[in-house]
């Protein structure tokens, strides 16, 4: 088992060996105080790596992609990823989500 804190959308490759997390809800919801927020400071998108011959996960550390210091219109901060969507070239078999 790993731990992703606030673990929301997730998206399985296509070989079924990595796992991508992203911990981010929604950025209102994320910060709203009457939800407990903020919730999380470190927002990214992280890597598991599935052994199924093991049985096993394993969670690559650091957030593969972070969102700590983006650049933004109005300045550098925090950005929350939600969704992670591969690359449109791969063709994915019909129905597949």
């Known amino acids: 088992?790993?731990?992703?804190?606030y673990a929301q959308m997730m998206r399985l490759?296509?070989?079924?060996?990595?796992?991508?997390?992203?911990?981010?809800?929604?950025?209102?919801?994320d910060d709203d105080t009457d939800l407990?927020?903020?919730r999380n400071v470190n927002y990214g998108v992280y890597l598991i790596e599935a052994n199924h011959a093991s049985?096993?996960?394993?969670l690559t550390g650091n957030p593969?992609?972070?969102?700590?210091?983006v650049q933004k219109a109005n300045?550098?901060?925090?950005m929350r990823p939600h969704q992670v969507f591969f690359d449109?070239?791969?063709?994915?078999?019909?129905?597949?989500?």
């Open 36 to 38: 407990g927020g903020p």
């Open 75 to 78: 300045g550098v901060g925090r």
């Open 55 to 58: 049985g096993g996960m394993t």
């Open 13 to 29: 490759s296509q070989d079924n060996t990595r796992l991508y997390v992203t911990n981010s809800l929604l950025s209102t919801w």
């Open 64 to 69: 593969l992609v972070s969102f700590q210091n």
């Open 1 to 5: 088992m790993v731990n992703v804190p």
């Open 88 to 97: 449109p070239a791969v063709v994915w078999p019909f129905g597949y989500h």
